[in-house]
């Protein structure tokens, strides 16, 4: 029996030494591999996980929308995210969840301590990445969210998305053209992929911000982009998202095997994956 992380491009991806390393240390005796795939693939990769012949999947971009019309039960969360990244045999219908958000939250709890409740956070980027950390920022009653976005109307999508979903949610449209955080802003997240060529930055004004503000990129490679580095050298607590991608890792395991990773298990996978690439 093997798992699959499905998607195109996804040679990169370092989903495979994560979950071999897991999969060898409880002894599991499966296989974790990563499979380029065309869309048209996508329904009978699904049928595998049904006939038992793939026991999971993770779904990476671009199809973590498109994979959805193929599943029989959705999670709650991943049907208010509109994305799937978790696939597997549930009782006899295949299930899918996305674990993208609360990997990142645990991943910044873990870290800093930090405590969602009540704080004001500052997002850029409106793609499939905003949608998990959004849904799950909602679930941890933050107070409210900035979001900003290059193309103005998929930021204006993503607002009404999450406003028909909760009124009361305190969401506001930031126009893209200078990015100047209020002061209130606790935490800033790059959920663009911008950043992952050399050199590339963003120029975001921190006239406004407090002391005590976290930046966090999403990006795991490089390990530090140019804004992270910006950041950390203006004394900024900054995170990449290595912990956040081991987090997501660790929720899809949990789900696939019933198995509870401990800290241990999570330090040990990210000594590893650092030392990769
Ligand atoms: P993901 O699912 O990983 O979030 P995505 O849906 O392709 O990926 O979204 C990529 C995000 O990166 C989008 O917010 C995109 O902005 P646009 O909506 O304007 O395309 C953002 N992005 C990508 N390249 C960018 C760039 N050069 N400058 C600014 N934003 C960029």
């Given at each position: 029996?093997?798992?699959?992380?499905?998607?195109?491009?996804v040679?990169?991806?370092?989903?495979?030494?994560?979950h071999n390393?897991w999969?060898?240390?409880?002894?599991?005796?499966?296989?974790y591999?990563?499979?380029?795939?065309?869309?048209?693939?996508?329904?009978?990769l699904?049928e595998n996980?049904?006939d038992?012949?793939?026991?999971g999947?993770?779904?990476?971009?671009?199809?973590?929308?498109?994979i959805?019309?193929?599943?029989?039960?959705?999670?709650?969360?991943a049907?208010?995210?509109?994305?799937?990244?978790?696939v597997?045999?549930r009782?006899n219908k295949?299930y899918?969840e996305n674990?993208d958000?609360?990997g990142?939250?645990r991943a910044?709890e873990k870290?800093?301590?930090?405590?969602?409740?009540?704080?004001?956070?500052?997002?850029?980027?409106?793609g499939?990445?905003?949608?998990?950390?959004?849904?799950?920022?909602?679930?941890?009653?933050?107070?409210?969210?900035?979001?900003?976005?290059?193309t103005?109307?998929?930021t204006?999508?993503l607002?009404?998305?999450?406003?028909?979903?909760?009124?009361?949610?305190n969401?506001?449209f930031?126009?893209w053209?200078n990015l100047?955080?209020?002061?209130?802003v606790?935490?800033?997240?790059?959920?663009?992929?911008?950043?992952?060529k050399?050199?590339?930055?963003?120029?975001?004004?921190?006239?406004n911000?407090?002391?005590?503000?976290?930046?966090?990129?999403?990006?795991?490679?490089?390990?530090e982009?140019?804004?992270?580095?910006f950041?950390?050298?203006?004394?900024f607590?900054?995170?990449?998202?290595?912990s956040m991608?081991?987090e997501?890792?660790?929720?899809s395991?949990?789900?696939?095997?019933?198995?509870?990773?401990?800290?241990k298990d999570i330090?040990?996978v990210?000594?590893i994956?650092?030392?990769?690439?």
């Amino acid at each position: 029996m093997t798992l699959f992380v499905i998607g195109k491009p996804v040679k990169h991806s370092l989903s495979p030494l994560i979950h071999n390393y897991w999969i060898n240390k409880y002894e599991l005796g499966l296989e974790y591999k990563k499979m380029e795939v065309e869309k048209e693939l996508l329904p009978s990769l699904i049928e595998n996980v049904r006939d038992r012949k793939i026991t999971g999947l993770n779904i990476t971009l671009p199809y973590k929308k498109d994979i959805i019309s193929y599943i029989d039960e959705v999670s709650y969360s991943a049907k208010d995210i509109g994305a799937i990244n978790t696939v597997f045999l549930r009782g006899n219908k295949v299930y899918g969840e996305n674990t993208d958000g609360i990997g990142f939250t645990r991943a910044l709890e873990k870290k800093t301590k930090f405590n969602f409740s009540n704080k004001s956070i500052y997002i850029i980027g409106a793609g499939g990445a905003a949608y998990g950390i959004i849904s799950e920022l909602i679930k941890k009653k933050v107070e409210k969210i900035y979001i900003t976005n290059r193309t103005k109307q998929k930021t204006i999508q993503l607002v009404s998305f999450f406003k028909t979903r909760n009124k009361e949610i305190n969401l506001e449209f930031v126009e893209w053209k200078n990015l100047t955080p209020n002061s209130d802003v606790d935490l800033i997240i790059n959920t663009t992929s911008f950043g992952m060529k050399d050199n590339e930055c963003l120029k975001i004004d921190i006239n406004n911000l407090k002391d005590t503000l976290i930046f966090v990129d999403i990006i795991y490679n490089p390990k530090e982009t140019e804004l992270l580095k910006f950041f950390k050298k203006e004394g900024f607590v900054s995170m990449n998202g290595l912990s956040m991608l081991i987090e997501q890792a660790s929720v899809s395991f949990e789900l696939w095997f019933n198995i509870s990773l401990n800290n241990k298990d999570i330090e040990e996978v990210k000594k590893i994956c650092e030392a990769s690439y």
